[in-house]
Structures are given as C-alpha cells and as structure tokens.
C-alpha cells in the first residue's frame, strides 16, 4: 500500500474510507429528493464487504441517510467484520422513517442521546468510532453546551471519539473537548480548503473528506449529456446549496474546471477517480476521503487507489495554476 495511514484519534487506519449516503436510497428534505435515488440493498451489501476484503476500515454513514436505512446495510454487512473496523455516523437531524423526509434539527444535548441509541440499534452495534455533528450550521455556544454530553457518551463507552461536520474552519474548536478527533469537511481538487486543513494540521486531528470526487463530477461518468433522476440529490429538484449539478445536469463551468486538470490527474495511469484522490492525499497527511458507492465496481476503483503514488507537489502547483489559484 503506497498511501500513509491516518490516526482517528488513537486508531491507525488506510487513507481511505467510504461513504455510506449514497445506499440508503431515497429520501427528502421537505419536498426536496436529499438521495441518491434508487439503489440495490444486495449490491450495496457485496460492496461493503468488498471494501473490507480489500482493506478498507472506515465507513462514514448519517442516521439520516435514506432515514436510518443506510445504517441498517452498513450494520448487517458488516455483520462478523465489527471489530476490523471503525464506524462513523452522525447526529443533528430529526426525521420520519415511515415517510422518508427530514422533518427538522434538534441542536439540543438530550437528543444526541437520544439519536445515538438509535444509530446503534440500526447499526447492530454497541459503540461507535467516530460520532460526528451533523449540523454544520450550529453555533460556537450550542456546540460549547454539547462537549460535555459527548465525552459523558465517551466515558459511558457509547462512542470512542467525536467530530464536526462543518465547512467553517472557525467552529470545530467549540466543541474540541479531549475526544474531540475529526473535522468532516468538503475537500476535492476542484474545491480546497486550505483553512480547514490547517486548524486540522495545528490540533492533529483527522480530515474526514466530503465530496471528494465533487458530487460525482471527478469521474469519466459525467458529461454535459448526462441527465439526473427526479429522485436524486442533483437532480431538477436540486437543494440550494448544490454547486456542481444544476437542472438535473452537469454545471458547465465546472465541468470546464474538471477536464482543465484531467490530464495531470490520469498521468501514471490513474483513473479520473484515482487522480482526485490522490490529489488529496498530497494535499494533507491528516485526510481521508469518503467517496460514496452503489457498486462493488465503485469500490473496486477506489480502492485501487491506494496502492498508486500521491501527486508531486509539482503537480499540486500545476493544478492551482490551471484552475486560477
């Protein structure tokens, strides 16, 4: 393996970990499609466990992904593999498994107990690795008033560290009390964050990537011919905060940013895929990209990445030129 591990808090692990959003299928935010759209409970399961025949120990998952679905898949695939393995989820949301839809937020300490109970009965487990904020919104006050029912659930033996999923660099050190351990923030090529990956350098914590193949766009997948489902998060029916799909398609302009590096991230032989992670890798020691999956293909992509080198910093440089940094 040619990528160096990455700690999440006092576990060693590979530098790649997979995100779980895309298998829990459909689900809505109001009338707004927050999934991937359909998706394959039996392939979604052979995937999982291919990640871990191939090494993967990290899996990044929401109780809110396809409302509390996603869980449950993670949780039985990973069924006699608990113990190789770290499992992240997160908290924040409030919603109806009976109608898929987010019906809310509750910032508040007493729900964390609450949803945590939960995640680990979906989950089939009795802990979990890396418990994150999935509020990235929340403020400095009520993460201050949060810290301390997390390192009771610390103490507790409920979750062994805890993050913030948050793109604002200014927030994670509010709730960073002793077992505070990751920053999950967005992080691809086309999108740095050179704030976030400095607070994480000067506290040593992980990097967990979202959105590191941008939605999707890093792969040889999309085109400007290309067209969403109604059911899918960059479909028609796109939230606001969607930057890299727009009506149901490709945005051009960054389709235009994508094909301006292609050539630089396929040298050696990567694929498009491989070439974004490897961007990222030579972007931080401290960053593990999540990028999600419905298929055992997809997983097998990504996870021949890791056995191929990371970017030179001359290459990095070559990137920021190209696409005006």
Same mark, same amino acid.
């Given at each position: 393996?040619?990528?160096?591990? &990455?700690?999440?808090?006092?576990?060693?692990?590979?530098?790649?970990?997979?995100?779980?959003?895309?298998?829990?299928?459909?689900?809505?935010?109001?009338?707004?499609?927050?999934?991937?759209?359909?998706?394959?409970?039996?392939?979604? !399961?052979?995937?999982?466990?291919?990640?871990?025949?191939?090494?993967?120990?990290?899996?990044?998952?929401?109780?809110?992904? @396809?409302?509390?679905?996603?869980?449950?898949?993670?949780?039985?695939? $990973?069924?006699?593999?608990?113990?190789?393995?770290?499992?992240?989820?997160?908290?924040?949301?409030?919603?109806?498994?009976?109608?898929?839809?987010?019906?809310?937020?509750?910032? +508040?300490?007493?729900?964390?107990?609450?949803?945590?109970?939960?995640?680990?009965?979906? $989950?089939?487990?009795?802990?979990?690795?890396?418990?994150?904020?999935? =509020?990235? @919104?929340?403020?400095?006050?009520?993460?201050?008033?949060?810290?301390?029912?997390?390192?009771?659930?610390?103490?507790?033996?409920?979750?062994? *560290?805890? +993050?913030?999923?948050?793109? %604002?660099?200014? $927030?994670?050190?509010?709730?960073?009390?002793?077992?505070?351990?990751?920053?999950? *923030?967005? $992080?691809?090529?086309?999108?740095?964050?050179?704030?976030?990956?400095?607070?994480?350098?000067? *506290?040593?914590?992980?990097?967990?990537?979202?959105?590191?193949?941008?939605? @999707?766009?890093?792969?040889?997948?999309?085109?400007?011919?290309?067209?969403?489902?109604?059911? %899918?998060?960059?479909?028609?029916?796109?939230?606001?905060?969607?930057?890299?799909?727009?009506? +149901?398609?490709?945005?051009?302009?960054?389709?235009?940013? &994508?094909?301006?590096? &292609?050539?630089?991230?396929?040298?050696?032989?990567?694929?498009?895929?491989?070439?974004? =992670?490897?961007?990222?890798?030579?972007?931080?020691?401290?960053?593990?990209?999540? /990028? +999600?999956?419905? !298929?055992?293909?997809?997983?097998?992509?990504?996870? %021949?990445?890791?056995? &191929?080198? /990371?970017?030179?910093?001359?290459?990095?440089?070559?990137?920021?030129?190209?696409?005006?940094?």
């Amino acid at each position: 393996m040619t990528q160096a591990h &990455r700690l999440i808090g006092d576990t060693a692990i590979p530098p790649l970990g997979m995100g779980c959003w895309a298998i829990g299928g459909p689900f809505q935010a109001g009338d707004t499609p927050v999934g991937w759209g359909k998706v394959d409970d039996t392939e979604s !399961t052979r995937a999982v466990r291919r990640a871990v025949d191939l090494g993967i120990r990290f899996f990044d998952t929401s109780d809110v992904y @396809g409302t509390g679905h996603s869980e449950r898949i993670l949780g039985a695939a $990973l069924a006699g593999h608990r113990d190789d393995v770290l499992i992240a989820t997160k908290w924040g949301n409030v919603f109806d498994e009976g109608s898929r839809r987010i019906t809310g937020e509750d910032p +508040g300490p007493a729900h964390v107990r609450h949803a945590l109970e939960a995640s680990l009965t979906r $989950l089939g487990t009795d802990r979990v690795d890396l418990y994150q904020w999935h =509020l990235g @919104g929340a403020s400095a006050e009520q993460a201050q008033e949060m810290q301390g029912a997390l390192e009771d659930l610390v103490a507790a033996g409920k979750i062994r *560290h805890y +993050g913030w999923s948050t793109d %604002d660099p200014a $927030l994670p050190t509010a709730l960073a009390g002793p077992h505070f351990a990751a920053v999950q *923030h967005e $992080l691809n090529v086309l999108s740095d964050a050179p704030d976030m990956l400095r607070l994480v350098a000067e *506290h040593n914590w992980a990097s967990v990537n979202r959105s590191p193949l941008a939605m @999707g766009l890093l792969s040889e997948k999309y085109t400007g011919d290309t067209r969403l489902a109604q059911d %899918d998060v960059r479909g028609d029916e796109a939230p606001p905060w969607m930057r890299y799909f727009a009506d +149901g398609a490709p945005a051009g302009e960054w389709l235009k940013r &994508r094909d301006a590096v &292609r050539e630089i991230l396929t040298s050696d032989g990567r694929s498009l895929v491989q070439g974004a =992670l490897a961007w990222i890798w030579a972007r931080s020691p401290h960053t593990v990209p999540i /990028p +999600g999956f419905r !298929t055992v293909a997809q997983i097998e992509e990504n996870a %021949d990445a890791l056995g &191929r080198a /990371p970017l030179t910093a001359g290459e990095l440089s070559e990137i920021d030129a190209l696409l005006g940094r």
